[in-house]
């Protein structure tokens, strides 16, 4: 099978799948209002793969190859309750290609001792996708207790959006939430499009919350570090760690 008529298997795969899903299958409200499309729309399902619209676009229109960790993040927005028997070679070789392994994150020493030696300011050190790397005992006082939380899931933009502590710490949560942390994560989503964590971490939110889900399909990029609108000194310092590696 040539190229071309890989491409033209993954985006019929693709158009048939999608019709075959309804919104709540996927987790995604349905208003209950008549819809133009059967199933899913494009929007939707890029939304939940967190890719473009157009980008998924081009996918099921055949006019280019799924790139990693796409395939993977389609896979489990169009197979929600069921591992698929079989996909599609243009899509199914991707899936069960193994990822490239990362270097773990790690916090320098000396940036560690500084954090501890903060004793008037609650600071924290985020790495990629703001894992949070580190933190001092004032911004476990503030925020929350992060050592309770599993490492694999200590990351400030889930807890911004999963946290109800997290909720009442701003004064004007929406605004930090929407301008600040979903468009630094969209610069993170940008910066490493290969990443299948940072992946999973824009499906779950889109599917948990519901201004997730409307703030990330706004395209909104920050320019602004995520501590820069916070409205009160006391509000801890995120701390970007220059000498973590990839993870």
């Known amino acids: 099978m040539t190229r071309d008529a890989h491409l033209n298997e993954l985006g019929e795969f693709l158009k048939a799948r999608r ?5 709540r299958s996927v987790g995604l409200p349905d208003a209950g209002g008549p819809r133009r499309v059967a199933g899913l729309r494009r929007e939707e399902v890029a939304q939940l793969a967190a890719i473009s619209t157009d980008y998924y676009t081009r ?3 055949g ?5 990693a960790p796409v395939p993977g993040a389609l896979a489990r927005v169009l197979h929600p309750e069921r591992r698929p ?5 243009g899509l199914a070789g991707k899936c069960n290609a193994q990822p490239r392994r990362r270097a773990r994150q790690k916090v320098h020493p000396q940036l560690r001792r500084l954090v501890d030696d903060l004793s008037a300011t609650p600071a924290i050190v985020m790495g990629r996708r703001m894992d949070i790397l580190a933190w001092n005992s004032l911004a476990a006082a503030l925020v929350t207790d992060f050592g309770r939380i ?5 990351n400030y933009i ?24 979903v468009a630094q994560l969209r610069m993170e989503a940008a910066k490493y499009p290969d990443d299948p964590r940072l992946t999973a971490l824009v499906g779950e939110l889109s599917v948990q ?11 909104h990029v920050a320019t602004l570090g995520v501590g820069t609108k916070q409205n009160h000194s006391s509000r801890p310092s995120a701390t970007a760690d220059p000498s973590t590696g990839s993870a």
């Open 19 to 23: 019709a075959e899903l309804s919104p």
């Open 59 to 61: 996918l099921e229109q």
């Open 63 to 67: 006019r280019i190859q799924a790139s």
């Open 85 to 89: 028997a079989r996909l599609p070679l």
């Open 150 to 154: 599993p490492e694999k899931q200590r």
């Open 158 to 181: 889930r807890l911004v959006f999963t946290d109800p502590a997290l909720r009442t710490l701003y004064a004007d949560w929406e605004t930090i939430a929407r301008t600040c942390v």
């Open 209 to 219: 919350d519901p201004h997730f889900r409307q703030w990330w399909a706004v395209h």
